[in-house]
Nanobody, 123 residues
Framework: QVQVVESGGGLVQAGGSLRLSCAAS????????MGWFRQAPGKEREFIAA???????YYSDSVKGRFTISRDNAKNAVYLQMNSLKPADTAVYYC?????????????????WGQGTQVTVSS
């Protein structure tokens, strides 16, 4: 079983940057695909980015070119570097882990979820 804990959220002005971190437990972290999702008030949870065990990445069109996902298997950690933030990026951001062959945008593919971290982008 894997436990994931997000950190790094906060308040930032439009155009600014934030780096989210996700710490995961478990000896087999390197075998997991890790994903970032977000959920804004009144909206469904949506896929942002994912990174497979081989570090292949996949992004949603809404963040491609602005966000970068990376992982450090030695630290059991995954990161989401967010640049050029917009008010529309305001949401609770969730880290998730799944035993997959590669990155996936499907929520149902992920077995373990964190509690989320709030990101607020002011205009």
């Amino acid at each position: 079983q894997v436990q994931v804990v997000e950190s790094g959220g906060g308040l930032v002005q439009a155009g600014g940057s934030l780096r989210l971190s996700c710490a995961a437990s478990g000896r087999t972290f390197s075998r997991y695909t890790m994903g970032w999702f977000r959920q804004a008030p009144g909206k469904e949870r949506e896929f942002i980015a994912a990174i497979g065990w081989s570090s292949i990445t996949y992004y949603s069109d809404s963040v491609k070119g602005r966000f970068t996902i990376s992982r450090d298997n030695a630290k059991n950690a995954v990161y989401l570097q967010m640049n050029s933030l917009k008010p529309a990026d305001t949401a609770v951001y969730y880290c998730a882990a799944g035993r997959l062959g590669g990155p996936s945008q499907r929520i149902s593919d992920y077995d373990y979820w964190g509690q989320g971290t709030q990101v607020t982008v002011s205009s």
